[in-house]
């Protein structure tokens, strides 16, 4: 069973940067595409960040192009989102989520949610 844990969320000011960790427990991270998403309050969730199994791809919604960016350590099994030049639009729960549909250096990733595994969710609220 593969597990996820979030860490480093917070509040941050407009301009600041915040980076999100999603260690991965059970399996190897060459195993699974991760995908971030966003809730934000009144909103449905919506993926803002995603990384293939094989580590060589990645996507960002429009909203967080060029300010996000996706990464992993596969010694430590942790996935991270750097979140930099933050608005108060940015304001959400994010959580992390894991699917192994393409296996083993699968070379791509989606920014849907239809992932089998999910983190708890951390909030990072964005204001002055």
């Known amino acids: 069973q593969l597990q996820l844990v979030e860490s480093g969320g917070g509040l941050v000011q407009p301009g600041g940067s915040l980076r999100r960790s999603c260690a991965v427990s059970?399996?190897?991270?060459?195993?699974?595409?991760i995908g971030w998403s966003a809730q934000a309050p009144g909103k449905e969730r919506e993926g803002a960040s995603c990384?293939?199994?094989?580590?060589?791809?990645?996507d960002y919604a429009d909203s967080v192009k060029g300010r996000f960016i996706i990464s992993r350590d596969n010694v430590k099994n942790t996935v991270y989102l750097q979140m930099n030049s933050l608005k108060p639009e940015d304001t959400a729960v994010y959580y992390c989520?894991?699917?192994?549909?393409?296996?083993?250096?699968?070379?791509?990733?989606?920014?849907?949610?239809?992932?089998?595994?999910w983190g708890q969710g951390t909030q990072v609220t964005v204001r002055s």
């Open positions: 990384l293939s199994s094989s580590g060589s791809s990645t």
């Open positions: 059970g399996f190897p991270l060459d195993y699974y595409a």
């Open positions: 989520a894991a699917e192994g549909l393409l296996g083993l250096n699968g070379p791509s990733c989606h920014l849907g949610l239809e992932y089998d595994y």
